[in-house]
């Protein structure tokens, strides 16, 4: 599976259909490629809270219409990276789209863990509740969203679900980048399972990005990483050292704690 990280910059002075434009145009570059990602919040910026209400959109509003059009063109599965839902009780959402290589909306994904504690995205936004994976190309795809990466029983509740690699948008802070990379291989050691991290270029309100993309393989070992611009990586993924990881080293097989339940057996008949 060949899959392409796009890094896009968030530039303050730039227009939300600007970038919401040139992000398409990008997605267009990467014909060929399975999976293109982007990364998390960037048609406003991910710190950019004063104007997340502002800038609310439904699941399939104008960054939908546009990524749609593009993937289409492209003809690859975008994770079109997330984007501040309005919801139609009201409720804002941090929600990423999962768009097939014909256009239509395939998967959605509420973030679960909202960051900023008492107040930003954690008091501004609704949280998700539902584990969401899909099947592409031989491997089964769990979804998560930037903060989710520091709470590691979500990404063993994907692996229950049959996660073999992990999707996750950000929008990461320069500050933590150690953080960013650090965690992204635990999760990929931890559950023998790929992952791809996209994170934004640029600055949010301010606040500087992390930038560094990274895809780590089941073992850990890093197979590509982004500086701090504006960048693509592409990587060719094998679905098959999954399988081959988790046999060499059966780990997982010797879990005790948070497994899922057994299912209720009936009551042996008369």
């Not at 982007?38 to 959109?57: I, K, Q, R, T």
């Not at 930003?120 to 969203?145: C, I």
């Not at 895809?215 to 060719?236: K, M, R």
Request: net charge negative; charged share 25%.
């Amino acid at each position: 599976m060949r899959a392409s990280l796009i890094q896009i910059a968030v530039d303050p002075d730039e227009t939300v259909n600007a970038r919401r434009r040139r992000a398409a145009s990008l997605v267009r570059e990467q014909r060929g490629a399975d999976l293109v990602v982007l990364p998390e919040l960037w048609p406003v910026g991910a710190f950019a809270y004063e104007s997340f209400a502002e800038e609310a959109e439904p699941v399939e509003g104008p960054t939908f219409e546009a990524m749609s059009k593009a993937a289409a063109d492209a003809g690859v599965w975008l994770h079109a990276g997330s984007v501040v839902e309005g919801a139609a009780d009201g409720v804002l959402y941090n929600t990423s789209l999962l768009i097939s290589p014909s256009g239509e909306l395939a998967r959605t994904y509420r973030k679960i863990h909202r960051f900023g504690f008492d107040k930003g995205e954690a008091t501004l936004m609704g949280a998700g509740d539902e584990l969401v994976t899909f099947e592409l190309s031989g491997l089964t795809l769990g979804l998560a969203t930037c903060y989710d990466l520091r709470f590691p029983e979500l990404f063993r509740g994907l692996v229950d679900a049959g996660a073999e690699a992990f999707v996750v948008p950000a929008g990461w802070p320069a500050r933590r980048r150690a953080h960013w990379t650090l965690l992204a291989q635990a999760r990929a050691v931890e559950n023998q399972a790929y992952v791809l991290a996209c994170a934004t270029a640029g600055t949010h309100a301010g606040v500087e990005q992390s930038g560094h993309s990274i895809v780590v393989d089941p073992w850990g070992e890093v197979l590509a990483e982004a500086g701090t611009g504006e960048e693509v990586l592409t990587v060719d993924l094998d679905p098959a050292k999954v399988a081959k990881t988790r046999r060499q080293f059966p780990a997982l097989k010797d879990r005790r704690l948070g497994l899922p339940k057994p299912s209720a057996q009936p009551e042996p008949s008369e």
